[in-house]
């Protein structure tokens, strides 16, 4: 059942070049995401309005877009957990450059995943035999809290430190290298150790947090950046003995 | 901007400043409670090693980390770049060196 009250949503429109606020009003439902609010603009007011979304229900992390001025997955935000009295301002993510519309370019992100070696490096053959690792292995379970991640670049947009030093890697690619390191089928260690200990690496983190904060999967970027710290630390001091 | 061995030398700078402060300030706190002169704090420091170590290691301390330190921030608030940032880096931890080391000299060194 619809109430009676309206919202009014502003959304950002334009490319990199040419930006512009464009204010609609909607109607309020008492059970509303985000994305409902985005999609009922462009299905009723303006069919140009270019978002970006696919699953609906929080696993594929491409919806990702700035609610009130907070980085958000928007299919799992409610409508009433964002408002700010009845006013709703959307935009593109930040620290990431805007195609059109809400739509991002997520090369940058998805790059740096590349550059901090947040990809697996297999050792092992068809032939061989499985790793066996437990459930209980503490690597396993410390790799265990960081694997959820969804590549929505919440994190990468809630980071000061990437709006102020864009070689930095960001949190989820340094997460997933955090991962990797304590994933004992990983055999190159070295190689991750030195794709984050360079001039974008994980040292540039300033601990500030927004990534743990604002992530919606409730993982915790900031305790990984500072494990590979301590991981980057240790190895260091050990190559120079 | 900062790379492991900038963020080590920080974290080392840093690791040896906490005595040098507390140190520092405790001594501080104590000569000047009885109401010393600056004639009698020269009288005890000048020509003293042992505080002539002690600051000359703080200002080593505080030069490496203050210039790392300023280092990011010029990087990222105001986007110094490549190797003008190297030279800034240097000459901010020159600079403190040289006016740090000369203001030890002047303390502990045996007057002439």
Redesign the interface.
């Known amino acids: 059942m619809p109430d009676t009250s309206e919202l009014t949503v502003t959304i950002q429109r334009g490319d990199q070049h040419d930006q512009h606020m464009d204010t609609f009003t909607v109607p309020a439902f008492s059970n509303q995401t985000v994305l409902d609010v985005v999609s009922w603009i462009q299905q009723n007011e303006d069919p140009t309005l270019t978002y970006r979304f696919a699953c609906r229900v929080g696993m594929c992390g491409s919806c990702a877009m700035m609610v009130n001025g907070v980085p958000r997955w928007t299919c799992r935000t409610h409508v009433k957990n964002a408002l700010k009295g009845q006013y709703l301002e959307i935009a593109p993510l930040r620290n990431l450059p805007v195609i059109k519309d809400l739509v991002t370019d997520m090369d940058p992100f998805f790059d740096k995943w590349i550059d901090a070696e947040g990809h697996h490096h297999a050792s092992l053959t068809r032939n061989d035999e499985f790793a066996a690792i437990t459930p209980t292995n503490p690597k396993r379970m410390t790799a265990n809290e960081g694997i959820e991640c969804i590549n929505c670049a919440v994190c990468y947009s809630a980071c000061d430190?990437v709006k102020?030093?864009a070689?930095y890697l960001g949190p989820a690619a340094l997460q997933r290298a955090w991962t990797l390191l304590n994933d004992d089928r990983d055999e190159q260690d070295e190689t991750i150790i030195d794709a984050v200990?360079?001039?974008s690496?994980c040292?540039?983190c300033h601990s500030m947090g927004s990534c743990t904060v604002y992530c919606p999967n409730e993982l915790d970027p900031m305790s990984a950046i500072a494990g590979l710290?301590r991981e980057?630390?240790k190895r260091?001091?050990r190559r120079r003995r | 901007?900062?790379?492991?061995?900038?963020?080590?030398l920080q974290?080392v700078s840093a690791a040896m400043m906490v005595p040098f402060v507390l140190v520092h300030l405790v001594v501080m706190i104590i000569a000047v409670n009885g109401g010393l002169t600056a004639t009698e704090i020269l009288s005890r420091t000048q020509g003293s090693l042992v505080w002539m170590l002690f600051y000359g290691g703080f200002v080593i301390a505080v030069s490496i980390h203050a210039a790392i330190g300023v280092r990011?921030i010029a990087?990222?608030?105001f986007g110094l770049n490549g190797r003008w940032l190297s030279v800034f880096t240097w000459t901010v931890g020159a600079l403190l060196l040289f006016t740090g080391l000369q203001a030890v000299h002047a303390v502990t060194a045996t007057p002439l």
């Open positions: 430190t102020n030093n070689e200990s360079g001039s690496g040292h540039n710290k980057t630390t260091a001091l | 901007m900062l790379n492991i061995t900038l963020y080590l974290r990011v990087y990222e608030w």
